[in-house]
């Protein structure tokens, strides 16, 4: 059981990353959610599309990074209370993908802190939202 | 490939995967929903003595089989019979390697029977019979 | 004499499976092998007669009383081929075990051997696509 925290606003979120993401790590979600989009599986339908050369991930595994990212600055999963994200641009294998984010409030009497956090690929906006932890 | 010189004792022409890739095992996983963590989890590999190499599924190795005898068929649509047994795990990294010979001929009904086999590594992998369509 | 033996002739609910293109080109990308959106490989089978069959592996586990953890392996697979199997298609499928022998080897103890037969055709067709005969191997400790 993780202790009680310290956070301050303004308080950068330590950053999380994925160097390069991975197309077979694509593949496997896609098997996983039995989803048949075929811009997740097939880099000539990516091609086709105008989308590049890569396969695009899917918003489930993006939104999992995120919320990793929240996780580890609570101090554990028990610690997140909640998340509200937007999908701003697609993801795509080979990306760098990097969440970061800053304390915005802090409520003492509820022990809770509200961060703003917002992901990155290659430098584009990826993600943008919001999670509330527990200090 | 032609068939029609087809010759009892012939060798079939190997399939080789140099090395066995772990990571598709972990789609292959989750498309056949097999929970079994032999296949992916490097720590429950370890804890049986297999190191860090999961164990490839059969679909797979039975799949890498059928393709080893339709392409010296000459395509899908003339396999007739494949039936096999298996015979030892394939590992992540293991060198993956089918071979078969020509075991009968029948002209007059148009197809021939093979002796195939798979060996990881050297290792007994699948061992069976095909039974495929003769060119016309 | 399998206890189990009785088993022979026990159906399998069967149904309809159709092969989705998306699992048909990841089944063949997986397996490193030039995936396309109009061939789904023969290896297939497997899978097309699994799902087809109405079961799944731990319905036949629970059928034999057996868990992940009994060490249960593949036996001996065999498929008949009538015809291409098809991305996109439907599958009529009937299923029913075919005998379960207990029998005992040198290395692997004593064991029943359960086999099952699946017969798959397209939806609507007199004709079959492929006939997949699959046997189990279930270990028992001597004298269970």
Not at chain 2, 46 to 61: I, K, S, Y
Not at chain 3, 30 to 44: M, S
């Amino acid at each position: 059981m993780t202790a009680t925290h310290e956070f301050h606003v303004g308080q950068r979120v330590a950053p999380f990353v994925i160097e390069s993401v991975e197309p077979d790590r694509i593949k496997t979600v896609a098997a996983i959610l039995q989803d048949p989009t075929p811009t997740h599986l097939d880099p000539a339908v990516t091609r086709a599309r105008g989308m590049g050369e890569n396969l695009q991930t899917q918003g489930a595994l993006n939104m999992t990074w995120f919320v990793e990212a929240a996780m580890r600055f609570a101090g554990g999963a028990d610690r997140l209370v909640s998340f509200n994200v937007r999908f701003l641009d697609n993801v795509f294998a080979g990306e760098r993908f990097e969440c970061t984010g800053t304390v915005t409030a802090i409520d003492a009497g509820a022990a809770r802190a509200e961060l703003e956090l917002m992901a990155t690929a290659n430098g584009r906006p990826v993600l943008g939202g919001t999670a509330v932890i527990k200090t | 490939m032609v068939t029609r010189e087809i010759q009892v004792g012939q060798q079939l022409e190997p399939f080789v995967i140099d090395s066995v890739d772990p990571e598709p095992m972990k789609t292959m996983a989750a498309i056949l929903q097999d929970p079994n963590p032999i296949h992916f989890d490097t720590n429950v590999t370890r804890e049986l003595g297999l190191g860090d190499h999961p164990v490839n599924q059969g679909p797979t190795n039975l799949t890498w089989l059928t393709e080893f005898v339709q392409r010296f068929a000459g395509g899908p649509d003339r396999l007739v019979t494949l039936k096999v047994r298996f015979l030892g795990n394939v590992l992540g990294g293991d060198r993956f390697e089918c071979t078969g010979t020509v075991t009968a001929v029948d002209h007059d009904a148009g197809v021939a029977e093979l002796e195939v086999g798979a060996t990881s590594d050297g290792r007994p992998a699948l061992g069976g019979t095909a039974v495929i369509k003769l060119a016309d | 004499m399998s206890d189990y033996g009785h088993l022979a002739g026990h159906r399998f609910p069967g149904g309809t499976y159709t092969l989705p293109p998306w699992l048909s080109w990841l089944w063949a990308d997986a397996c490193k092998l030039e995936p396309d959106w109009r061939t789904a490989h023969q290896g297939l089978a497997y899978l097309v007669a699994l799902r087809g069959a109405g079961v799944s592996i731990q319905d036949i586990f629970d059928l034999m009383d057996a868990t992940a953890d009994s060490g249960v392996v593949f036996g001996e697979f065999q498929v008949d081929y009538h015809g291409v199997l098809r991305p996109g298609t439907t599958y009529d499928c009937e299923a029913e075990v075919v005998e379960v022998e207990r029998k005992s080897g040198r290395r692997a103890g004593v064991f029943d051997k359960l086999t099952f037969q699946v017969k798959v055709r397209e939806e609507g067709s007199d004709d079959m696509t492929i006939v997949c005969t699959n046997s189990w191997i279930f270990p028992r400790a001597e004298g269970e």
